[in-house]
């Protein structure tokens, strides 16, 4: 087929060859209407040069004759080529068209570049292959140098996978199977999807397919479910105490109940005034004393009643056989002394004779001298007895 839409050499090849294709043309053999941009209509090519006599329409025709094999080699080459009996699950046929340039261009888009073609008869720029030990000519389609017309376009069925990408072609009119480079389709436009956020517990959010970041976001929604936990209280000592999980602060809160178990404290039980174990969420003022003095044994002061003396004993000691708390059972009876009689106070002295009148001296001084000094001594000598009278 391509060597109806090779370069002509020259203006000699040119005029021959336009005569031969309206010779073709007139007697019904199909070709490709040539024209600028525009795919060509195809007609069928029963030349000799066709892998496929008389080309194909469609991959069910193709199946048919993969299994007719008229030549006994239409499956070998189609083999070589990758191309399949029947299209595999998951791939898509699709109708482009193959240009002069060597692409191959199906839904819109180059699929496939450096394209080749191959036929059974030799053309110029062609190049020999082996297939099963048949000797076949492959042409390419880069350069312009496979069509006559620069701008020509031949209808081709192209094969791609799930993703768009380029498996394998066949030039319909003629069956020849294309051997190209795949281009990798472009990328498709992120999809919107619904996430839930999980720095905020929020769903639905919507962001594009390709900024989905699984530390960020989940498709699950349930995930944005505000999830309970229980923990300890630290301040309270409270377990369980049912929070939201996005509540949760280390400061305030444990998530080992054990965290919460208190520790005993010990207490004096003042009704039995013993030293006891409790909870602290025990403790009940009117019952229990937190300082240990209260438990120890009460002092009192009493009176024994057998010697009538104040004494100290522990309050659990006292007896009222033995002891006495009234001030008055050891209050001792005074007896009052016997009065000792007083002295008898000796007998006065029978007072000593008035002595007889002296008579003046007659001497002068000297004489009333000696008279005055005896007086004086008796005087004195009075006084002292008196004295030691009262003394005694």
């Known amino acids: 087929m391509l060597n109806k839409f090779r370069y002509l050499a020259s203006t000699r090849a040119a005029v021959a060859g336009l005569f031969v294709l309206a010779m073709i043309v007139t007697a019904g053999f199909g070709i490709y209407k040539m024209g600028l941009g525009e795919a060509q209509a195809v007609a069928r090519d029963c030349s000799d040069n066709s892998i496929i006599k008389c080309g194909i329409a469609d991959y069910g025709e193709l199946t048919a004759k993969y299994d007719q094999n008229v030549h006994g080699d239409v499956r070998d080459i189609m083999d070589h080529y990758w191309i399949k009996r029947t299209p595999e699950a998951g791939h898509r046929v699709v109708m482009g068209v193959s240009n002069n340039k060597g692409e191959v261009i199906a839904e819109g888009r180059v699929v496939a570049k450096n394209a080749a073609s191959i036929g059974r008869q030799p053309m110029q720029h062609s190049q020999k292959i082996a297939i099963k030990g048949r000797t076949y000519y492959q042409t390419t389609h880069v350069g312009g140098l496979a069509f006559a017309d620069k701008n020509a376009q031949l209808e081709t069925m192209v094969v791609l996978d799930a993703h768009g990408n380029f498996k394998y072609a066949i030039i319909l009119a003629c069956g020849n199977p294309i051997y190209a480079t795949p281009v990798p389709p472009p990328a498709p436009e992120p999809k919107d999807i619904q996430v839930c956020e999980l720095a905020t517990k929020r769903y639905p959010v919507t962001i594009k397919e390709n900024e989905f970041d699984a530390n960020k976001h989940s498709r699950n929604p349930k995930d944005c479910e505000e999830k309970q936990i229980q923990v300890c209280e630290l301040a309270t000592k409270r377990y369980p105490v049912t929070i939201k999980e996005n509540e949760f602060d280390a400061n305030k809160h444990s998530k080992n109940p054990k965290d919460c178990e208190e520790e005993p404290i010990k207490v004096c039980e003042l009704e039995t005034k013993k030293i006891i174990t409790i909870k602290k969420d025990e403790?009940?003022?009117?019952?229990?004393?937190?300082?240990?003095?209260?438990?120890?044994?009460?002092?009192?002061?009493?009176?024994e009643l057998e010697t009538k003396t104040w004494i100290t004993i522990t309050e659990g000691l006292f007896d009222k056989t033995k002891h006495s708390t009234n001030e008055a059972?050891?209050?001792?009876?005074?007896?009052?002394?016997?009065?000792?009689?007083?002295?008898?106070?000796?007998?006065?002295?029978?007072?000593?004779?008035?002595?007889?009148?002296?008579?003046?001296?007659q001497t002068g001084a000297g004489d009333l001298l000696g008279a005055t000094l005896g007086l004086s001594s008796m005087a004195l000598a009075s006084y002292y007895y008196a004295i030691s009278r009262r003394n005694g």
């Not at 009117?286 to 003095?293: A, E």
């Not at 050891?330 to 009148?357: M, S």
């Open 329 to 361: 059972d050891c209050e001792e009876v005074v007896v009052p002394p016997t009065p000792t009689p007083a002295p008898t106070p000796p007998a006065a002295p029978a007072p000593a004779p008035a002595p007889a009148p002296v008579a003046l001296p």
């Open 283 to 303: 403790l009940d003022k009117t019952k229990h004393s937190t300082d240990m003095k209260d438990c120890e044994p009460k002092k009192i002061k009493v009176c």
